[in-house]
């Protein structure tokens, strides 16, 4: 699924675009189902007590093309600054939770070990997430100390509806709480069938990843990333992961301003 927009030259065939709906008072749009992946596009920033301090992080929409260009980088922490820290000073600046700044950050330190080729920065993540689910606030859920999201973030029922793709349920409603159609699941909206491939468990205690988990979820994004796109240094490796993710040129411009913006802005705290 994908918003109705003129022919776009990075298109792929086989999909089918969804009409704008509104919930929870917000306009939302919702995007791609790409390689596994559901997107919702959240219109406004939440009214958070957090984020309640003048004035709003504004994220500039920027026109660039695909493939020309990566976002800027930032590095996750000083060498004198603890994750933790880091994200707590940087969350007041951005208004991106604490909690998600940590899962963006872990699962980039966590990828350098194992992929280091792949070069995935916390902020391509956080440009991913603020797309996803407002980094999984949507709706009114909150993180939990333990990165677990309440009340979990479940999509629409892919039933084949206007403009949705039908999905025939596939792990029994074990995820996503229907038996009978999938839905996307968790602040990064995997379906369960690319969650059963890819999904990964980040504190590595043996339990089984959960999509509901922040830092599950982060991992997964880039273990998933990775693997399409390659090196994400590089502006055809970076536009090929978030292409694969949805394939419409507007949704890779929102990550690529996401993304930017947050480095800048971390560049200068």
Aim: with cysteine.
């Amino acid at each position: 699924m994908e918003v109705v927009s003129p022919p776009d030259p990075y298109d792929r065939p086989g999909f089918v675009s969804p009409p704008r709906r509104r919930l929870g008072g917000l306009i939302l749009l919702v995007a791609a189902l790409v390689a596994g992946v559901v997107v919702v596009v959240v219109g406004t920033r939440r009214d958070d007590g957090e984020f309640a301090a003048p004035p709003e992080f504004v994220v500039p929409e920027l026109d660039v093309a695909p493939g020309t260009a990566v976002p800027t980088a930032a590095a996750v922490a000083s060498n004198t600054d603890s994750v933790a820290a880091w994200a707590e000073r940087l969350s007041k600046k951005i208004q991106v939770p604490a909690r998600a700044l940590v899962a963006y950050a872990q699962a980039e330190l966590v990828t350098t070990q194992t992929t280091p080729a792949c070069r995935i920065t916390w902020t391509t993540l956080a440009g991913v997430g603020r797309v996803e689910s407002q980094h999984g606030l949507h709706a009114g859920t909150r993180i939990g100390a333990d990165g677990m999201l309440t009340p979990p973030i479940i999509g629409i029922a892919l039933d084949g509806s206007p403009g949705v793709r039908a999905m025939p349920d596939t792990d029994g409603g074990r995820l996503d709480g229907d038996t009978q159609w999938d839905r996307a699941v968790g602040a990064m909206q995997f379906l369960p069938t690319t969650w059963a491939r890819w999904g990964v468990r980040a504190s590595g205690d043996g339990a089984p990843p959960d999509p509901q988990n922040m830092d599950d979820a982060a991992l997964t994004a880039a273990r998933y990333l990775c693997h399409l796109g390659g090196d994400l240094a590089t502006a055809e490796g970076w536009w090929k992961a978030v292409f694969a993710y949805n394939r419409s040129t507007a949704y890779g411009r929102d990550v690529f301003s996401g993304a930017d913006a947050y480095a800048r802005a971390a560049a200068k705290s």
